[in-house]
Nanobody
Framework: QVQLAESGGGYVQAGGSLRLSCTVS????????VGWFRQAPGKDREFVSA????????WYKDSVKGRFTISRDNAKNTVYLQMNSLKPEDTAVYYC?????????WGQGTQVTVSS
């Protein structure tokens, strides 16, 4: 059974930084593309960033480009999301998503709160 565990969320003032981690267990991590999504109160879940199996391809939501960086360490079965220059509108629960072919797994989420 594949399991995803997010960590690194917390409370930070605007302009601050956090690094989220997503650790995948139960299968060959290097076979999975991984993404981050977020859901703010009263809003739909939205895409934030993603990284390919090799790590050479990355994608970002326009509003986080230049502030967030996604990376992966296949030796540690972990994907990171470095978030800098955080804004109050980044406040949300952040979810990790791992995908291989038509199979997708989700983590439980980690709360990020940015105060103004």
């Amino acid at each position: 059974q594949v399991q995803l565990a997010e960590s690194g969320g917390g409370y930070v003032q605007a302009g601050g930084s956090l690094r989220l981690s997503c650790t995948v267990s139960g299968d060959t991590f290097s076979d999975y593309a991984v993404g981050w999504f977020r859901q703010a109160p009263g809003k739909d879940r939205e895409f934030v960033s993603a990284i390919t199996v090799s790590g050479e391809g990355t994608w970002y939501k326009d509003s986080v480009k230049g502030r967030f960086t996604i990376s992966r360490d296949n030796a540690k079965n972990t994907v990171y999301l470095q978030m800098n220059s955080l804004k109050p509108e980044d406040t949300a629960v952040y979810y990790c998503n791992a995908q291989r072919s038509a199979t997708t797994y989700w983590g439980q989420g980690t709360q990020v709160t940015v105060s103004s």
